[in-house]
């Protein structure tokens, strides 16, 4: 139990010295957030979105699964989205890989892990699409970091394919997409410079027409 009452301790703490620093933080934070940015990141416990970013709560709203997936069936982060997008109206969205991904090293192997499985192959998918490149690589630490890469890119790409941003594209020419690596190494975050805000960046098969209102032509 002493992991346990770390935390509570831990907490005590940090709210005391918030509260030494700014007397209205929590009173402020209680009743509103109006956060910027959408993180869409891994559920690796070394990639803390706040901290990495050096952001206060209440700056950046979290969605995190493995391997920081955008899969169209999962209704948990499509709900996020919603929300972030819809509601809060963020400015950017943000997909956070990062090297050394336990979930994304799974996926390039045969071995069988169980339930995961399932969400695995969305990774294997990635690495299908981009064999070529990938194979090319001969040393595999090498091509299992720009699997990571391409896994993000590919998540961008699929975000950039829902109808909640191109709504938002076509309503307010936002948010931005993005796609960025965390280097456990470095403490450092790559941007991949595959940032999107407009439905011309992708394939028209992709682009959702806007909705039809009942009793209109």
């Not at 907490?11 to 993180?39: G, M, V």
Request: proline share 3%.
């Amino acid at each position: 139990m002493d992991s346990y009452n770390r935390l509570l301790l831990q907490n005590q703490a940090w709210s005391e010295e918030k509260t030494k620093h700014d007397h209205d933080f929590f009173i402020r934070n209680q009743y509103t957030q109006s956060p910027d940015f959408l993180w869409i990141g891994c559920s690796d416990s070394r990639v803390p979105a706040n901290e990495i970013t050096g952001t206060d709560p209440g700056e950046i709203f979290v969605h995190r699964n493995i391997a920081n997936m955008v899969v169209h069936s999962d209704m948990n982060m499509l709900s996020v989205l919603d929300y972030a997008v819809t509601i809060l109206k963020v400015k950017h969205v943000i997909v956070c890989g990062h090297y050394g991904c336990g979930g994304v090293k799974a996926a390039m192997n045969n071995d069988q892990y169980g339930l995961i499985d399932n969400w695995l192959r969305h990774i294997k998918d990635v690495y299908r699409f981009h064999s070529d490149e990938l194979e090319a690589i001969t040393d595999e630490n090498e091509r299992f970091k720009r699997l990571v890469e391409v896994n993000v890119m590919e998540q961008v790409f699929d975000l950039s394919k829902t109808s909640i941003i191109q709504n938002a594209w076509r309503e307010r020419n936002s948010p931005y997409v993005h796609g960025w690596v965390y280097d456990l190494e470095t403490g450092l975050i790559k941007d991949l410079e595959v940032t999107m805000n407009s439905t011309s960046e992708i394939p028209p098969i992709y682009h959702i027409a806007s909705k039809v209102v009942k009793g209109t032509k």
